[in-house]
């Protein structure tokens, strides 16, 4: 009898077993057929039949899996491995269920059990590279994905996503590599082209990027982002107009791309079409009001609109938001310089240098702008040196500096700086202008005359450009090619009377002097402005013809319509020396340089006249003034070596007239010097100096020699 108990009992339990295999049966049946709700209840119901049937635990696992229920899955995978802990299938499952739950810890501990336990294949690794990827470890992935290519090497996704891992670690030139591969594994994945071109942006191969962003939209034509980054790449290579169309096209298939209105009004504004420019920002503001950075660039389109008010508050509205924005405080120092606001400015400058992360000097610069104006030329050059070692390739840095350089008389810096400058930037026509200067003032008149030449070339509508080529011309006794220029000027209805009187100037030389008196009269009676310069100009033709009477006439004029004409006394100055009046010509001399302390030629003529009064030590220091701040100009040797011989330093003055010579060969005027020295000490080789200076042009020379060498 008990037996049969025994055996009774275990008739529930056999059944039991056969319903939970015949539920299992079934849900494997639907789960083939990926019917994964209906195979979900059978696993159940199996599992509820049988509770120790780990089968059914792990293939409902699956199942959920299959049916994107991860946490379900985990569990059940939990409970599998709770019977079976090395069961390395299972701890490969459960990472994956992890993985999609976005656990990556959990995902990665259990990847690397699977490995630990001997499933060490391509998938393992490309799934835990995956979580590695999703958790930030880069560097981790990219083992784990180079592992797995090491198993199936022709798995181009592999070697896409090891490429997306090598970029995160900013190895873009590994990721191009690996992209590379996977598109010749896989041609048509249209994700590869788009991150390779990513990619190629970041190295700055902005025409690989193009051409791989179109790849992706022939491939994928729907993908906003790649037009969008496509236009990135466009401004980057400074193609406005087709970024502007990228732009419009990007929001026309995604509006809500992250700032896109920003980017499109930014790349409008480089066209120079700020009022639409404006429009544009006026839209981001209203989708992103709080965004510092649009009213800052609003507010530059709003300046060069010349809408100073609006620019402004743009800026303010800026700094509200974002009180450490290094650029608005720029912008807005800019904006107070303009507005004379100079301690503002120097303020706002400050708060640009302490804010700025950009290493490109531009704050600095700003700030020596306020300085400058502030009169603190020490600081200015302090601050220009900052940016000049900050960005070693920023030509305002270097311009500025030799503006400083230029105010400070450091002619050899200024020319160095503005050569640097011109480097960076060879297109910048004021970097020629003042390096011409400062060349022009150390007395190197040919190099003046290229870089004068040079802004000509490169600003051929600036009236001033010529102008001032003229001048350096008419100095360098070039008055045929003087005349060609000025002759593009002036015309039978000429209202600059400026013009005429350099041409005068200039006929002048020639020898032209009823035409030289023509444009001086001219001048005299259309434009009042010229008045005093075209006196001046008559005053010294009537010099050289030894009218000295109509000279000093004519430099009375020229003083009475304009008492600062430096010109006119100099003028003047000369004529004292030719009537031996060496006391006043000092103090004319002395005129020229309160009045302007840049006609730096006046320093040696003042000289001579200061060893005729025999005034030795105030003769000496103008000679040092005139040879330290013009090393390059002959004259300062002529004039210093007449001083010499009057004051009987007979071999010194020899030494002189040949420093001239060096420098200026074809300067007659050094020839006849020496000459007449020569022949004055009873040299008879001065008579082939003057035969040199009359072959040079010099009708000076042709009477001394008549004088000396019969």
Same mark, same amino acid.
């Given at each position: 009898?008990?037996?049969?108990?025994?055996?009774?009992?275990?008739?529930?339990?056999?059944?039991?077993?056969?319903?939970?295999?015949?539920?299992?049966?079934?849900?494997?049946?639907?789960?083939?057929?990926?019917?994964?709700?209906?195979?979900?209840?059978?696993?159940?119901?199996?599992?509820? #039949?049988?509770?120790?049937?780990?089968?059914?635990?792990?293939?409902?696992?699956?199942?959920?899996?299959?049916?994107?229920?991860?946490?379900?899955?985990?569990?059940?995978?939990?409970?599998?491995?709770?019977?079976?802990?090395?069961?390395?299938?299972?701890?490969?499952?459960?990472?994956?269920?992890?993985?999609?739950?976005?656990?990556?810890?959990?995902?990665?501990?259990?990847?690397?059990?699977?490995?630990?336990?001997?499933?060490?294949?391509?998938?393992?690794?490309?799934?835990?590279?995956?979580?590695?990827?999703?958790?930030?470890?880069?560097?981790?992935?990219?083992?784990? *994905?180079?592992?797995?290519?090491?198993?199936?090497?022709?798995?181009?996704?592999?070697?896409?996503?090891?490429?997306?891992?090598?970029?995160?670690?900013?190895?873009?030139?590994?990721?191009?590599?690996?992209?590379?591969?996977?598109?010749?594994?896989?041609?048509?994945?249209?994700?590869?082209?788009?991150?390779?071109?990513?990619?190629?942006?970041?190295?700055?191969?902005?025409?690989?990027?193009?051409?791989?962003?179109?790849?992706?939209?022939?491939?994928?034509?729907?993908?906003?982002?790649?037009? *969008?980054?496509?236009?990135?790449?466009?401004?980057?290579?400074?193609?406005?107009?087709?970024?502007?169309?990228?732009?419009?096209?990007?929001?026309?298939?995604?509006?809500?791309?992250?700032?896109?209105?920003?980017?499109?009004?930014?790349?409008?504004?480089?066209?120079?079409?700020?009022?639409?420019?404006?429009?544009?920002?006026?839209?981001?503001?209203?989708?992103?009001?709080?965004?510092?950075?649009?009213?800052?660039?609003?507010?530059?389109?709003?300046?060069?609109?010349?809408?100073?008010?609006?620019?402004?508050?743009?800026?303010?509205?800026?700094?509200?938001?974002?009180?450490?924005?290094?650029?608005?405080?720029?912008?807005?120092?800019?904006?107070?310089?303009?507005?004379?606001?100079?301690?503002?400015?120097?303020?706002?400058?400050?708060?640009?240098?302490?804010?700025?992360?950009?290493?490109?000097?531009?704050?600095?610069?700003?700030?020596?702008?306020?300085?400058?104006?502030?009169?603190?030329?020490?600081?200015?050059?302090?601050?220009?040196?900052?940016?000049?070692?900050?960005?070693?390739?920023?030509?305002?840095?270097? *311009?500025?500096?030799?503006?400083?350089?230029?105010?400070?008389?450091?002619?050899?810096?200024?020319?160095?700086?503005?050569?640097?400058?011109?480097?960076?930037?060879?297109?910048?026509?004021?970097?020629?202008?003042?390096?011409?200067?400062?060349?022009?003032?150390?007395?190197?008149?040919?190099?003046?005359?290229?870089?004068?030449?040079?802004?000509?070339?490169?600003?051929?509508?600036?009236?001033?450009?010529?102008?001032?080529?003229?001048?350096?011309?008419?100095?360098?006794?070039?008055?045929?090619?003087?005349?060609?220029?000025?002759?593009?000027?002036?015309?039978?209805?000429?209202?600059?009377?400026?013009?005429?009187?350099?041409?005068?100037?200039?006929?002048?030389?020639?020898?032209?002097?009823?035409?030289?008196?023509?444009?001086?009269?001219?001048?005299?009676?259309?434009?009042?402005?010229?008045?005093?310069?075209?006196?001046?100009?008559?005053?010294?033709?009537?010099?050289?013809?030894?009218?000295?009477?109509?000279?000093?006439?004519?430099?009375?004029?020229?003083?009475?319509?304009?008492?600062?004409?430096?010109?006119?006394? *100099?003028?003047?100055?000369?004529?004292?020396?030719?009537?031996?009046?060496?006391?006043?010509?000092?103090?004319?001399?002395?005129?020229?340089?309160?009045?302007?302390?840049?006609?730096?030629?006046?320093?040696?003529?003042?000289? #001579?006249?200061?060893?005729?009064?025999?005034?030795?030590?105030?003769?000496?220091?103008?000679?040092?003034?005139?040879?330290?701040?013009?090393?390059?100009?002959?004259?300062?040797?002529?004039?210093?070596?007449?001083?010499?011989?009057?004051?009987?330093?007979?071999?010194?003055?020899?030494?002189?007239?040949?420093?001239?010579?060096?420098?200026?060969?074809?300067?007659?005027?050094?020839?006849?010097?020496?000459?007449?020295?020569?022949?004055?000490?009873?040299?008879?080789?001065?008579?082939?100096?003057?035969?040199?200076?009359?072959?040079?042009?010099?009708?000076?020379?042709?009477?001394?020699?008549?004088?000396?060498?019969?």
């Amino acid at each position: 009898m008990k037996r049969l108990l025994i055996f009774i009992s275990l008739i529930p339990f056999l059944a039991f077993a056969q319903s939970s295999d015949e539920h299992l049966r079934l849900a494997n049946e639907l789960s083939g057929k990926k019917n994964y709700a209906a195979a979900i209840p059978e696993f159940t119901r199996a599992i509820e #039949l049988n509770g120790n049937n780990t089968k059914a635990y792990l293939y409902r696992g699956n199942a959920y899996s299959n049916n994107k229920q991860y946490e379900e899955a985990a569990a059940d995978f939990t409970k599998v491995l709770a019977a079976d802990p090395g069961n390395a299938n299972v701890y490969y499952y459960r990472a994956n269920a992890y993985n999609n739950l976005k656990s990556y810890k959990n995902s990665i501990d259990d990847y690397n059990k699977a490995v630990e336990l001997g499933l060490r294949n391509a998938d393992t690794y490309h799934y835990r590279a995956n979580a590695k990827l999703n958790s930030g470890d880069n560097k981790g992935a990219v083992e784990d *994905f180079t592992k797995a290519l090491a198993i199936t090497p022709n798995n181009p996704e592999l070697y896409e996503y090891r490429g997306v891992a090598k970029a995160n670690i900013n190895d873009n030139k590994g990721a191009i590599e690996d992209y590379t591969v996977s598109a010749r594994l896989n041609p048509d994945n249209a994700d590869v082209y788009y991150y390779r071109a990513n990619a190629k942006g970041n190295i700055a191969d902005l025409d690989g990027a193009i051409a791989d962003y179109n790849t992706t939209l022939r491939l994928n034509p729907s993908n906003a982002e790649a037009v *969008f980054y496509r236009a990135n790449m466009k401004v980057n290579s400074s193609d406005y107009k087709g970024a502007i169309e990228d732009y419009k096209k990007a929001a026309a298939m995604k509006p809500g791309i992250p700032n896109l209105y920003y980017y499109l009004a930014k790349a409008i504004s480089n066209i120079a079409d700020n009022s639409t420019a404006i429009e544009y920002f006026n839209k981001a503001i209203s989708l992103d009001p709080k965004n510092a950075e649009l009213y800052l660039y609003r507010g530059i389109s709003e300046s060069k609109l010349e809408n100073k008010d609006a620019a402004m508050a743009d800026y303010n509205k800026a700094i509200e938001l974002d009180a450490h924005l290094s650029e608005a405080f720029q912008n807005r120092a800019d904006l107070k310089i303009e507005k004379k606001d100079y301690q503002g400015a120097l303020d706002d400058a400050n708060n640009a240098v302490n804010y700025g992360k950009s290493q490109d000097g531009y704050a600095y610069i700003t700030s020596a702008k306020a300085k400058r104006a502030l009169r603190d030329t020490t600081g200015a050059l302090d601050d220009y040196n900052s940016a000049a070692r900050l960005n070693p390739k920023n030509s305002n840095a270097f *311009f500025g500096r030799g503006e400083m350089k230029l105010l400070l008389l450091d002619y050899a810096g200024a020319i160095a700086d503005f050569t640097t400058a011109i480097e960076a930037y060879p297109g910048n026509s004021d970097a020629y202008l003042n390096r011409g200067l400062a060349k022009s003032r150390m007395g190197d008149k040919q190099g003046a005359i290229k870089d004068f030449k040079r802004q000509v070339e490169l600003d051929p509508k600036n009236q001033q450009a010529y102008i001032r080529l003229g001048k350096i011309l008419l100095d360098d006794r070039q008055y045929a090619e003087a005349i060609s220029l000025f002759n593009k000027g002036v015309t039978p209805y000429t209202k600059n009377g400026k013009l005429l009187v350099l041409r005068g100037a200039a006929l002048g030389g020639l020898g032209d002097n009823k035409g030289a008196m023509a444009d001086f009269d001219r001048a005299i009676a259309i434009d009042s402005n010229a008045i005093s310069q075209a006196y001046s100009g008559r005053a010294n033709v009537k010099l050289g013809l030894k009218d000295y009477d109509g000279a000093a006439a004519d430099i009375t004029k020229a003083v009475e319509k304009d008492q600062n004409n430096d010109d006119a006394y *100099f003028i003047r100055g000369n004529l004292k020396m030719i009537q031996k009046n060496y006391e006043g010509a000092v103090y004319d001399y002395i005129s020229v340089l309160l009045i302007n302390p840049e006609n730096l030629k006046t320093y040696a003529y003042r000289g #001579l006249a200061e060893a005729y009064v025999k005034d030795t030590a105030a003769m000496n220091g103008d000679f040092k003034q005139a040879v330290k701040l013009s090393p390059k100009d002959g004259n300062n040797y002529i004039l210093r070596a007449k001083a010499k011989i009057f004051m009987k330093d007979y071999q010194g003055g020899l030494s002189d007239f040949a420093k001239a010579i060096e420098l200026e060969p074809h300067n007659y005027d050094t020839w006849l010097g020496r000459g007449i020295a020569k022949l004055q000490a009873g040299d008879k080789t001065g008579c082939a100096d003057l035969n040199k200076a009359v072959e040079l042009g010099s009708k000076e020379a042709v009477d001394e020699l008549r004088k000396y060498c019969k």
